[in-house]
């Protein structure tokens, strides 16, 4: 049963960060997911430090507020300060990320949080920490509520906001002009990668946060020229490297988030090798005059 | 010579536009007829697109206003369709031809609306006009430059827009596809719509367009296209420079053209 947890957990955070990162890739943005990944420590510690316990709920909202923030920032340095977007990047997570843990180490009494575990998180704990209802019903691990609760907000999110994301990932300035604020639905997609990462560093840590992010949507994205399929194929390449990854360190003895990312990377390496249209091994499909 | 119009389809009032508080645009007035082809000439880094940016708001005004069929943008988004510069998207983007024309049925759709068969046959039908009903599903980064361009009008043409802002249309498409364009504009305007296309070309240009706004981050001339295409008004735009161009455009030409024979034999 614990495998079947662990395996579901994994599985639920690739399904979340794995269609989040299609649209990061192809806006250029991969490592702003690193950066949110990273900067919401300051926010999660405020939300504890402000009610006092490990409840979801504010959690996620001060993170989802930071996650917003640290998108703010970097646009704001990229934008008025000009500087490169990579730089800004970097000096916002960072600076955020050390606030968080200066944070951690002054309130250390009052904080049940670890460094290491947002950073690595470890999944081999899901099935320790059952929800159990009043009347002594356990119900499964707390983790997976949370994440099959996110999940079902970001499916429903690409579902409802498919066109427009689509469009305003692909050519923003068109969107635009016929009206479709691209800003909003920039900070909506940030909001729900903030919300994502949250929901996921308990378990999984930082680290796989930021390996699903981009290597399922980076190994789809060598694989098919259509968007939907795309994010179809990085979900179900981001669950085989769950199950994959869980078996591999079965056998290793060794760090189960660890091994996953190594998966999906593994994934990441075949594509390119193998993809029909751009694999290295594979001769190109001649174009056909027109 | 500037010339202003009654019932205008655009109006441009007092628009300044500024990159890091370094103007690009100054004080522009100016107003465009309704079913005119209207070209915006000027020399490099004179804020031709600059301009059509600002009058749809893509970027931020420093002072001045647009209004649009005498409303403010805001409430006319429906009947604006644009076409960006084929540069400024990533063509590697997974998405088919049809896909991208179908982009410009999604601001008529509304909000959380999935496209349905009206909008498919618009998309299609748009493709038609372009000629590159063949292509829908094809991939568009296996399309060349003239096709691209074509994808990008047949966007602009699903909306069924009343005016269009079209930048560098032109721009490095190979003869056949700018014969297109241009047949294609000229119906448009026939159906009563404006067309104000970003245009670098003089020599085409007095031959495409009835409207021509000459820039040169002031508003040099705006006015129908036998007045404003003089010698003079020209120097103005470009400074000097424009004899000397003229001049080694012609003797290039000159020369192109026996040297073409020679290599045909």
Redesign the interface.
């Known amino acids: 049963m614990n495998a079947f947890w662990i395996i579901l957990t994994g599985s639920l955070v690739a399904t979340c960060c794995s269609l989040l990162g299609c649209y990061l890739i192809l806006r250029r943005m991969a490592m702003v997911g690193d950066a949110i990944s990273h900067a919401v420590l300051p926010g999660i510690v405020i939300a504890f430090l402000l009610t006092g316990s490990r409840d979801s709920v504010p959690m996620l909202i001060g993170a989802g507020l930071l996650g917003v923030l640290t998108t703010f920032l970097i646009e704001f340095f990229h934008r008025y300060a000009r500087v490169q977007a990579d730089a800004a990047i970097g000096v916002t997570f960072t600076w955020l990320f050390a606030i968080g843990i200066i944070l951690i180490s002054v309130f250390a009494g009052q904080v049940d949080l670890d460094q290491d575990c947002v950073l690595y998180g470890e999944i081999a704990y899901v099935p320790l920490d059952l929800w159990i209802t009043e009347s002594g019903l356990s119900m499964g691990p707390r983790t997976v509520w949370t994440l099959s609760i996110t999940t079902l907000l970001i499916i429903l999110f690409i579902v409802l906001g498919y066109k427009e994301l689509f469009l305003t990932t692909f050519d923003p300035a068109f969107a635009a002009a016929i009206g479709i604020s691209t800003s909003l639905w920039y900070y909506l997609l940030m909001t729900a990668v903030s919300l994502t990462t949250v929901a996921s560093f308990e378990s999984v840590g930082a680290i796989l946060v930021v390996a699903f992010l981009v290597a399922p949507p980076a190994t789809a994205y060598l694989l098919t020229d259509n968007f939907k399929v795309m994010l179809v194929l990085s979900v179900l390449l981001g669950i085989l490297a769950s199950v994959g990854g869980y078996y591999l360190a079965v056998w290793l003895d060794g760090s189960i988030a660890g091994a996953i990312a190594t998966v999906t990377g593994m994934e990441f390496l075949l594509a390119i090798l193998f993809s029909p249209s751009r694999g290295l091994l594979i001769r190109r499909k001649q174009l056909q005059p027109v | 010579m500037i010339l202003q119009v009654d019932n205008p389809v655009v109006e441009v009032h007092d628009l300044t536009v500024s990159y890091d508080r370094k103007p690009v645009l100054w004080g522009i007035d100016l107003t465009l007829p309704a079913g005119a082809l209207v070209g915006v000439i000027g020399p490099n880094g004179a804020g031709k697109s600059t301009l059509i ?1 600002a009058m ?3 970027l931020p005004i420093s002072s001045g206003y647009v209004r649009i069929f005498d409303q403010p943008l ?1 409430q006319v ?2 009947r ?3 076409v ?1 510069q084929r540069e ?3 063509w590697d ?4 031809v049809f ?2 024309v179908l ?1 410009g049925r ?2 008529n ?1 509304g ?2 609306k ?2 349905r068969k009206a909008d498919k046959d618009a998309a299609m039908e748009a493709l038609e006009k372009v000629g590159m009903q063949s ?1 829908a599903n094809r ?1 568009i ?2 399309l ?1 430059g003239g ?1 691209q361009q074509r994808v990008f009008l047949a ?1 602009a043409l699903a ?1 069924n827009a009343d005016i269009y ?1 079209m930048d560098e249309p032109f721009a490095g498409v190979d003869i056949a596809t700018e014969t297109a364009i241009i047949q294609l504009l000229r119906q448009m305007r026939d159906q009563g719509k404006t067309v104000i296309v970003v245009h670098h070309d003089l020599q085409s240009a007095s031959e495409y367009f009835d409207w021509v706004v000459l820039l040169n981050m002031r508003l040099v001339a705006s006015g129908p296209t036998d007045k404003v295409l003089t010698q003079e008004l020209l120097e103005q735009t470009y400074g000097g420079k424009l004899t000397l161009l003229s001049k080694v455009g012609d003797l290039l030409r000159r020369q192109e053209f026996p040297a073409r024979e020679t290599k045909v034999k």
């Open positions: 940016k749809m708001s893509l805001k988004y429906n604006i369709s644009y960006p400024s998207v990533d983007f997974p998405a088919s896909d991208v982009m999604y601001g759709m909000l959380f999935r496209p292509f991939q980064s296996q060349s096709q966007r909306q802002f």
